[in-house]
């Protein structure tokens, strides 16, 4: 995690942390020079980034989460493809032993993704967490040297 430079608040990958600030900095920073029209739509932007941010668990349950309702199941995909280099050094690493990087920072890169496609779906249906999530990999021979990913969970509605 990283601070933003501005207001000193931890930030998490999914913010991305352009210029050293969080999400709500960046936003201010951008409506400071804006119509008024434009930092209306900064704001309603803001508020929804801010919501997609659901609570996601690989468990159903844990202390202190009050479901209320279970909403249904959601699912995200993602489909990644390693280049001719990164099959290259993964092949050479295959043969030598060690890991690779390249391929790892990939499926990293995958699984941010996934779970922020996740969360977005969950939001979408009015929850505000996800319980129960499971991730699976899959190799798509077909397609060449691709990788996809599947995240799924069960949209829950928490109290308060």
Do not use: W
Request: net charge negative; charged share 25%.
């Amino acid at each position: 995690m990283a601070n933003c430079s501005k207001c000193g608040k931890k930030f998490g990958f999914l913010e991305g942390g352009i210029g050293g600030l969080c999400t709500q900095c960046r936003y201010l920073e951008m409506v400071e020079d804006s119509s008024p029209e434009v930092q209306r739509e900064l704001q309603q932007r803001f508020e929804r980034d801010a919501a997609i941010e659901a609570i996601l668990l690989t468990t159903e349950t844990a202390p202190n989460l009050p479901i209320t309702e279970r909403i249904e199941i959601v699912t995200a995909e993602c489909a990644f493809g390693m280049n001719i280099f990164k099959d290259l050094f993964a092949g050479v690493r295959d043969v030598i032993g060690g890991r690779s990087e390249a391929v790892q920072k990939t499926m990293r890169d995958a699984r941010r993704t996934a779970l922020y496609e996740l969360k977005k779906e969950a939001h979408a249906v009015g929850a505000n967490a996800v319980v129960g999530v499971d991730l699976d990999y899959v190799e798509l021979s077909a397609a060449g040297s691709m990788v996809m990913l599947v995240a799924s969970g069960t949209a829950v509605r928490l109290d308060g």
